[in-house]
């Protein structure tokens, strides 16, 4: 079965950057779809951003200008360079991808983004 494993979280100070990483473990498979969501203690989980196989990319409002997606289609690997850190991005953030013809949604495990103030 196809795994998603994160990798790049931490504790950064405000403004400070990080870079999360998501590999699928069986790198054959493409996704049409892929990309990061994020919850808060308390709060629900939210789209971060997402990206198509095509390279067309979608941000939600509180990210954008901040943080950028990217994706290496034959490592089957989704990145997200986060810049300008601010302690309300602290959540887990979790990997996303989806197979469409298939109906296919896979999650990973999630890495944890602390930003101190």
């Known amino acids: 079965q196809v795994q998603l494993v994160e990798s790049g979280g931490g504790l950064v100070q405000a403004g400070g950057a990080l870079r999360l990483s998501c590999a699928a473990s069986?790198?054959?498979?493409?996704?049409?779809?892929m990309g990061w969501y994020r919850q808060a203690p308390g709060k629900q989980r939210e789209l971060v951003a997402t990206?198509?196989?095509?390279?067309?990319?979608n941000y939600a409002d509180s990210v954008k200008g901040r943080f950028t997606i990217s994706r290496d289609n034959a490592k089957n690997t989704v990145y997200l360079q986060m810049n300008s850190l601010k302690p309300e991005d602290t959540a887990v953030y979790y990997c996303?991808?989806?197979?469409?013809?298939?109906?296919?949604?896979?999650w990973g495990q999630g890495t944890q983004v602390t930003v101190s103030s």
């Open positions: 996303n991808a989806k197979i469409m013809v298939v109906a296919a949604d896979y």
């Open positions: 069986r790198s054959f498979v493409r996704f049409n779809v």
């Open positions: 990206i198509t196989s095509g390279g067309s990319s």
